[in-house]
């Protein structure tokens, strides 16, 4: 069993950053590739950016590719997720998911999951 917390998210203007955090416990951390994703109001959960077990590999949706960063800390046990440039269409609570598979993009090949954190953007 893996435990995922989520936190670093709030309001802000368009332009603005945020910064993510997921705190993981339980099981070995670098057991995992970590995901994050995101879900609107009305909106199917979307893939947002995923990082393998050694931080050495990192995928992006093309709609953050260029202003999200993803890092994992495996000392610390915490994946992170640098928003920059944010846009209101960036408005959505944000998860992340821990899998013990290769690298993915599709939610349900995921197995923990944080309760997620609010990201506001306003215009």
């Known amino acids: 069993q893996v435990q995922l917390v989520e936190s670093g998210g709030g309001l802000v203007q368009a332009g603005g950053s945020l910064r993510l955090s997921c705190a993981a416990s339980?099981?070995?951390?670098?057991?995992?590739?970590m995901g994050w994703f995101r879900q609107a109001p009305g909106k199917e959960r979307e893939f947002v950016a995923a990082i393998n077990w050694s931080g050495g590999s990192t995928y992006y949706a093309d709609s953050v590719k260029g202003r999200f960063t993803i890092s994992r800390d495996n000392a610390k046990n915490t994946v992170y997720l640098q928003m920059n440039s944010l846009k209101p269409e960036d408005t959505a609570v944000y998860y992340c998911?821990?899998?013990?598979?290769?690298?993915?993009?599709?939610?349900?090949?995921?197995?923990?999951w944080g309760q997620g954190t609010q990201v506001t953007v306003s215009s």
């Open positions: 998911a821990a899998s013990p598979l290769g690298v993915s993009t599709h939610p349900y090949e995921y197995q923990y």
């Open positions: 339980g099981r070995t951390f670098s057991n995992y590739m």
